[in-house]
């Protein structure tokens, strides 16, 4: 049996493993063994994707968190070459943009092992973020691109860079699978007292918010303003936790919550109003469930969704956050068009599958 090897560390990536290592298991024509970095190690922040989306047990954890970029992404390193080289197996998979993709790419690499990407191709042009670096690192030198957009696409071809294909988006088959289960799974609406009470989720967790003060500030000041007319409910990061307590910053219309599993997640955005967030992930995942999204950073690797007008780039603005929600709060969108494809889990099996030399 071909064997790959697949590497994991942060919550997203979790998300669209458990699509991909559903497919794997159901063909039974690969082995997959997964690596967990430790990148996020927290409870509720790891362990309960893995028992709520039925993702396999990693075989290996090799509990690198907590540390400054270069330390993490070294120890990782040297965790992973030492799995790669005792495993040894056709190909390495990596999800996305995370200190365990590039970590993950770079030792397969360096091994002359064959790298799939999947999530190729997004780009924010905005190097400053630390996932744009291992973005482009790690397609620099992917063997296999599975783009998620058509936008992916191009951003590649204009790099130059050979073997890409547009899968669709894995995230899209997470919400349509889990989200079937969610309401029967998830207590979190009457939990939190929030049964047809009116409520916009936020999340803010990207470290050009957390580690500068003046955009934190501004984007907590928008919240709190919404937060008087509009109940806002606020699953909170760890990184943005720390920054939170230690400048002293309260927010009495925020309702701050622990991070939430997936299905409490799907239940939070289905039955919000909107969504405010400066995470990739949930401004699709706002999109697949039919909400609108303020995007609280400078720019998005989803512009199709702001080209549609199914969201807006607000960056750090208090004013421009406020005036997106006076105009998305009662607007009514047709989200049936096709931005992200479709039954894309089987269409990266396949590509996989061509790889490793399975007819
Ligand atoms: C990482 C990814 C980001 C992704 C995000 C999802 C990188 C560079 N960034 O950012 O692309 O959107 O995950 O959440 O890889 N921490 C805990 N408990 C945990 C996890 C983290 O306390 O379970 C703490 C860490 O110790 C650290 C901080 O939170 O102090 C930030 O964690 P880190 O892994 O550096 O990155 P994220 O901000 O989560």
């Given at each position: 049996?071909?064997?790959?090897?697949?590497?994991?560390?942060?919550?997203?990536?979790?998300?669209?493993?458990?699509?991909?290592?559903?497919?794997?298991?159901?063909?039974?024509?690969?082995?997959?063994?997964?690596?967990?970095?430790?990148?996020h190690?927290?409870?509720?922040?790891?362990?309960?994707?893995?028992?709520?989306?039925?993702?396999?047990?990693p075989?290996?954890?090799?509990?690198?968190?907590?540390?400054?970029?270069?330390?993490?992404?070294?120890?990782?390193?040297?965790?992973?070459?030492?799995?790669?080289?005792?495993?040894?197996?056709?190909?390495?998979?990596?999800?996305?943009?995370?200190?365990?993709?590039?970590?993950?790419?770079?030792?397969?690499?360096?091994?002359d092992?064959?790298?799939?990407?999947?999530?190729?191709?997004?780009?924010?042009?905005?190097?400053?973020?630390?996932?744009?670096?291992?973005?482009?690192?790690?397609?620099?030198?992917?063997?296999?691109?599975?783009?998620?957009?058509?936008?992916?696409?191009?951003?590649?071809?204009?790099?130059?860079?050979?073997?890409?294909?547009?899968?669709?988006?894995i995230?899209?088959?997470?919400?349509?699978?889990?989200?079937?289960?969610?309401?029967?799974?998830?207590?979190?609406?009457?939990?939190?007292?929030?049964t047809?009470?009116?409520?916009?989720?936020?999340?803010?967790?990207?470290?050009?918010?957390?580690?500068?003060?003046d955009?934190?500030?501004a984007?907590?000041?928008?919240?709190?303003?919404?937060?008087?007319?509009?109940?806002i409910?606020?699953p909170?990061?760890?990184?943005?936790?720390?920054?939170?307590?230690?400048?002293?910053?309260?927010?009495?219309?925020?309702?701050?919550?622990?991070?939430v599993?997936?299905?409490?997640?799907?239940?939070?955005?289905?039955?919000?109003?909107?969504?405010i967030?400066?995470?990739?992930?949930?401004?699709k995942?706002?999109?697949?469930?039919?909400?609108?999204?303020?995007?609280a950073?400078?720019?998005?690797?989803?512009?199709?969704?702001?080209?549609?007008?199914?969201?807006?780039?607000?960056g750090?603005d208090?004013?421009?956050m406020?005036?997106?929600?006076?105009?998305?709060?009662n607007?009514?969108?047709?989200?049936?068009?096709?931005?992200?494809?479709?039954?894309?889990?089987e269409?990266?099996?396949?590509?996989?599958?061509?790889?490793?030399?399975?007819?």
């Amino acid at each position: 049996m071909k064997k790959i090897v697949t590497i994991l560390g942060a919550r997203p990536q979790f998300v669209k493993a458990a699509v991909l290592s559903r497919v794997i298991l159901e063909h039974q024509e690969i082995e997959e063994v997964i690596v967990h970095t430790g990148q996020h190690y927290d409870p509720n922040m790891s362990a309960v994707f893995f028992e709520e989306m039925e993702i396999p047990k990693p075989k290996y954890n090799l509990n690198v968190n907590g540390l400054s970029h270069a330390k993490m992404t070294a120890e990782m390193m040297v965790g992973i070459e030492e799995i790669l080289l005792y495993e040894k197996p056709d190909t390495v998979l990596v999800y996305g943009d995370t200190n365990s993709t590039m970590a993950g790419a770079l030792v397969a690499k360096k091994l002359d092992l064959k790298l799939v990407h999947v999530e190729a191709g997004l780009r924010s042009f905005n190097r400053q973020m630390p996932e744009e670096i291992n973005r482009i690192v790690t397609d620099s030198i992917s063997d296999l691109l599975l783009c998620p957009t058509d936008t992916a696409v191009q951003n590649l071809k204009n790099e130059g860079v050979q073997n890409v294909i547009q899968c669709g988006d894995i995230m899209k088959d997470a919400v349509a699978f889990y989200g079937k289960f969610s309401a029967e799974k998830s207590t979190v609406i009457s939990d939190l007292n929030l049964t047809d009470i009116p409520f916009v989720l936020a999340t803010i967790h990207r470290q050009e918010n957390t580690d500068h003060l003046d955009n934190l500030s501004a984007i907590f000041n928008g919240l709190e303003t919404i937060g008087k007319d509009v109940k806002i409910v606020l699953p909170l990061h760890p990184r943005t936790k720390k920054i939170l307590q230690q400048r002293r910053l309260f927010h009495k219309n925020i309702l701050f919550i622990d991070p939430v599993g997936y299905f409490d997640m799907l239940e939070l955005i289905k039955n919000s109003i909107l969504v405010i967030t400066d995470s990739g992930g949930l401004q699709k995942e706002a999109f697949f469930n039919k909400k609108h999204c303020i995007i609280a950073r400078t720019e998005t690797e989803w512009v199709e969704l702001v080209q549609h007008d199914f969201a807006r780039i607000v960056g750090s603005d208090t004013k421009e956050m406020m005036d997106a929600f006076e105009y998305f709060r009662n607007k009514t969108s047709d989200f049936s068009i096709n931005l992200f494809g479709e039954n894309v889990g089987e269409t990266i099996y396949c590509q996989i599958k061509d790889l490793v030399g399975i007819n």
